[in-house]
């Protein structure tokens, strides 16, 4: 089985600052690990996704993600937030042994608030 | 189209009847897949296609719910004898499939009155 979880409903930062989302996941084996956007009344948008490789992940927009194995972690973070940042970001896994075989599994998503 | 289209893009029934939700993926991609999003919140998977293999309907619902992938691409998901708590928006998405990201299409959003 496999399992994400995002422990915030919403994360607020003023402009500037720098932000952190947070995703745990659960798999049998080994993860391919991704985080979308949502903008309002948007599609989702891909931002990054780690498969292999170097922990620490760059995507879109600036924002980068760090794979932690022994905590089962995948944080979002950016080092300066921007109020256009503003959206909801879902982290998302499926196990590198269910490839093919499985659906990707989505968190419950956290929205960010960024305050000028 | 360069992207995932989805179509209609809002749908408002009545209580008990069917409705037909249309996605066309991006062409080669051999992974597509449904997902359920209700006012703003998280995504609920729905059914999954990969190629030629037996589609992973382990999300949907309820046998009020089908989907069907034709000739590997376009997709149809039938929402039969429609209820209140079925309003969503009913997003599609497509990958090359293995390590590849998902392309969402805009959602249909759907209003069941």
């Known amino acids: 089985a496999q399992s994400v979880a995002q422990p915030e409903d919403q994360v607020n930062v003023a402009e500037g600052n720098p932000l952190t989302v947070k995703c745990t996941y659960s798999v049998s084996g080994n993860p391919y690990l991704f985080w979308y956007v949502q903008y309002p009344n948007r599609g989702l948008q891909f931002l990054l996704k780690y498969i292999t490789g170097d922990n620490l992940v760059k995507g879109s927009y600036g924002f980068e993600a760090e794979f932690n194995k022994s905590q089962t972690s995948f944080h979002l973070k950016k080092p300066s937030a921007l109020v256009s940042d503003s959206a909801l970001y879902f982290c998302?896994?499926?196990?590198?042994?269910?490839?093919?075989?499985?659906?990707?599994?989505f968190g419950s998503g956290t929205r960010l608030q960024v305050q000028p | 189209g360069a992207g995932v289209s989805q179509s209609p893009s809002n749908k408002v029934t009545e209580k008990g009847k069917d409705v037909e939700l249309r996605c066309d993926p991006i062409?080669?991609?051999?992974?597509l897949y449904w997902y359920r999003q209700s006012l703003g919140q998280g995504l609920e998977f729905l059914i999954y296609f990969q190629g030629n293999s037996a589609p992973d309907k382990s999300g949907l619902p309820s046998d009020r719910f089908s989907a069907e992938r034709t000739g590997g691409s376009v997709s149809t998901l039938t929402i039969q004898r429609t209820q209140q708590e079925d309003s969503a928006v009913y997003l599609c998405?497509?990958?090359?499939?293995?390590?590849?990201?998902?392309?969402f299409g805009e959602g249909s959003r759907l209003t069941v009155l």
């Open positions: 998405a497509s990958t090359l499939g293995g390590t590849g990201e998902l392309f």
């Open positions: 062409s080669g991609h051999t992974a």
């Open positions: 998302a896994v499926r196990d590198v042994m269910d490839t093919g075989r499985r659906a990707l599994t």
